[in-house]
């Protein structure tokens, strides 16, 4: 079955270090989601693509960076990592405009 | 600013009763907005999308509405479960040169028996 899978489910680093998330979809969607979930907040777009390639910026991009170098891959990396990056991080992938698709989720946090 | 609203933020009802999430929005030009139910510890899941000209779209024990007017939607939820413990999250998308998603916070249902 096709799905969309994150790895690793949890994260224990220190600040400074640098961090990779990694999100694998079997869908074939051209479009993939970063989003970060804490408490008090919705969920906050951190960077999107459209296509291998295409990457842009969410609303909470600064700390973090994308790449797509495949349909099937969108790995977040935290440059270095920082206490306020700890969160919960899902990815997501669509077609189109439509209905998003979530993994399952990253617990990371910063010591 | 665009922005989604939800109350109440947490909710408690026994098993078996019925319940009512509201949602209200000021995202603009409006494209769709989506009810999405996520477990705890588990990505959000998709129940009902509704554009601007649906004001009902139901799934199994779920119903949502829409009054685009008002801007204001509503899940409620039919003879409450166990498995209905979730959170709901209101998603609104602006109508740009993408569809620009925007999410609510939240309400954090528990239903006990």
């Known amino acids: 079955d096709a799905e969309i899978t994150q790895s690793p489910r949890h994260k224990i680093t220190e600040t400074g270090r640098q961090v990779t998330l990694a999100c694998h979809q079997t869908w074939n969607h051209n479009n993939m989601f970063w989003y970060r979930q804490d408490l008090g907040h919705g969920l906050r777009l951190i960077h999107y693509?459209?296509?291998?390639?295409?990457?842009n910026k969410g609303e909470v991009s600064d700390g973090y960076s994308v790449s797509r170098s495949n349909t099937e891959d969108l790995p977040l990396t935290l440059e270095s990592a920082a206490s306020s990056q700890t969160s919960v991080y899902f990815c997501?992938?669509?077609?189109?405009?439509?209905?998003?698709?979530f993994g399952p989720g990253t617990r990371l946090t910063v010591l | 600013k665009n922005q989604v609203e939800q109350s109440p933020q947490s909710l408690i009802i026994l098993e078996g009763k019925n319940c009512t999430l509201q949602c209200n929005y000021t995202v603009s030009p409006f494209s769709n907005l989506r009810w999405y139910k996520q477990d705890t510890g588990r990505g959000p899941v998709s129940l009902t999308i509704m554009t601007f000209s649906e004001n009902t779209k139901s799934n199994g024990r779920y119903t949502a509405t829409l009054d685009a007017d008002t801007k204001q939607s509503s899940l409620h939820i039919t003879a409450s479960q166990l498995s209905d413990s979730a959170s709901y999250i209101c998603?609104?998308?602006?109508?740009?040169?993408?569809?620009?998603?925007?999410f609510g916070p939240g309400t954090s249902l528990s239903v006990i028996p």
């Open positions: 693509s459209y296509g291998v390639q295409d990457t």
């Open positions: 997501a992938s669509s077609v189109s405009t439509d209905t998003q698709y």
């Open positions: 998603v609104v998308s602006e109508k740009t040169s993408y569809d620009k998603v925007i």
